[in-house]
């Protein structure tokens, strides 16, 4: 704690990082803290896993507390905006622990519950607000919050934000902050598109960059084996179920490209016996986060997401992530295996190849200096995946979530409210004597 403490943190956050077992900081936590503790922007360049979400709250929650203000209704004194729910969800649960022994009020909105309830939470405000960009202009559309005393403001995972097509969104939120504020900026990589957000959020920002743009964790083995599409699930099956069986694989992610996808490795995989569950944007908020809380508590040790939902997936114990499909953005690939080797463990990354991805492969290869180790199918392959009994053809029931995280105008019908009931008028007959059929004659 000697570092934390040499911070001159307020003693009930170093009472909570205490109960966290928090004794020496990452390398982002090291350089961003002094210089927001400074009241300083920050344009931070850093992977996941690396400890952001302490290097923003513990400063933050410092200030906050050192200058108590009453609260004022259906309003915030610190924004972060998030990509998605479970993210979101997750720093919210981070910055409560955080402050745990001070007198803050932490909030956190998102799509995927009634926007009522959001609503009825934030009446008496609240200090500090996590939330995702399609709910919170939701809000302030209904006139349910108002971002007029927001003196800290974080947008975490930048460049997520603008694969998820939240450009305009955050250019209206952009608008709506006080100009007198702290602003910091968190993306994994930082092409162009994403520095001329930045320009418009942050003014004259300390640069924090703890591992070079774009380039994986240095901590995880990185494989391909080179397989044919239709062979895939099979492979998957037989490497999840031997290394379930010797002890060598404890947690393990798998991504596919479609929620659909997702879905159908699950239902080959339920029917080898190995339990697995989806999670991906047709599940309903309850679904995926039942799945995620199975897979964090370990009775489902696999879990298959989408690029999108595995955003904010924090689970310690992932050994492997399975390429189950090749990202087709290069980025996307230093997003998924940053979900293993996290806090100083070790981690494995497979990717599967089909001939069809080697184009993929060559730009993410390009992109991270890594060339993946060639990693051969196992022995007996063909006889062992003629053996694997076969899935049920039934598709999983999808869950229509009209609320996908997005502005309410992109929206037919806001979430959390219940749909109209609709009057039954019986049609009338148009017939070629009445006067709306002999429009239709004439046209």
Do not use: W
């Not at 704690?1 to 090291?30: C, N, V």
């Not at 047709?282 to 955003?311: H, M, W, Y």
């Not at 997003?335 to 463990?345: L, S």
């Not at 995280?405 to 409210?417: F, L, M, N, T, Y």
């Amino acid at each position: 704690m000697s570092y934390f403490s040499d911070l001159g943190l307020a003693e009930p956050i170093l009472r909570a990082l205490g109960g966290k077992g928090y004794s020496d900081p990452t390398p982002i936590q090291k350089q961003a803290i002094p210089a927001l503790l400074e009241g300083r922007d920050l344009l931070g360049i850093a992977q996941t896993g690396t400890g952001k979400t302490a290097a923003f709250s513990l400063p933050s929650l410092h200030r906050l507390a050192a200058d108590p203000k009453p609260r004022k209704p259906a309003s915030c004194r610190m924004l972060v905006l998030s990509p998605t729910r479970e993210l979101a969800a997750q720093i919210a649960e981070n910055m409560r622990g955080y402050a745990k022994y001070l007198n803050l009020s932490i909030q956190c909105v998102f799509g995927g519950v009634p926007v009522g309830k959001n609503a009825r939470a934030l009446v008496p405000g609240c200090d500090v607000l996590v939330a995702t960009p399609g709910r919170l202009l939701d809000l302030i559309e209904q006139r349910a919050l108002t971002l007029r005393n927001v003196e800290i403001f974080v947008l975490d995972e930048a460049d997520q934000m603008m694969d998820l097509g939240f450009i305009v969104p955050l250019k209206r939120i952009a608008k709506l902050l006080p100009d007198k504020r702290q602003s910091l900026f968190f993306s994994a990589t930082m092409p162009k598109a994403i520095a001329e957000l930045g320009r418009q959020f942050i003014h004259d920002p300390v640069r924090v960059e703890v591992a070079p743009q774009a380039t994986t964790a240095e901590r995880v083995e990185q494989y391909a084996t080179f397989v044919n599409q239709p062979e895939k699930q099979a492979l998957l099956t037989l490497t999840l179920r031997a290394g379930l069986a010797d002890g060598s694989l404890e947690r393990a992610l798998v991504f596919t490209r479609t929620k659909h996808g997702a879905d159908r490795v699950v239902r080959h995989l339920a029917s080898a016996g190995v339990a697995a569950a989806a999670i991906h944007g047709n599940k309903s908020q309850a679904q995926r986060t039942a799945a995620l809380r199975a897979f964090r508590e370990g009775s489902t040790p696999v879990l298959v997401a989408t690029d999108i939902a595995a955003r904010g997936i924090d689970v310690s114990g992932v050994s492997h992530v399975f390429n189950f499909e090749l990202p087709n953005v290069p980025e996307q690939y230093v997003h998924r295996i940053g979900r293993t080797a996290r806090a100083g463990a070790d981690g494995i990354a497979v990717s599967f190849v089909a001939p069809d991805e080697k184009p993929y492969l060559r730009d993410i290869e390009r992109l991270t200096g890594v060339r993946l180790a060639a990693l051969p199918l196992p022995e007996d392959f063909t006889a062992q995946a003629s053996r694997l009994p076969k899935a049920s053809r039934k598709p999983a029931r999808p869950q229509q979530n009209a609320n996908r995280d997005r502005p309410a105008a992109q929206k037919p019908e806001r979430s959390g409210e219940a749909r109209p009931k609709r009057r039954f008028r019986p049609r009338r007959k148009q017939g070629v004597g009445s006067h709306r059929g002999k429009v239709r004659q004439a046209v």
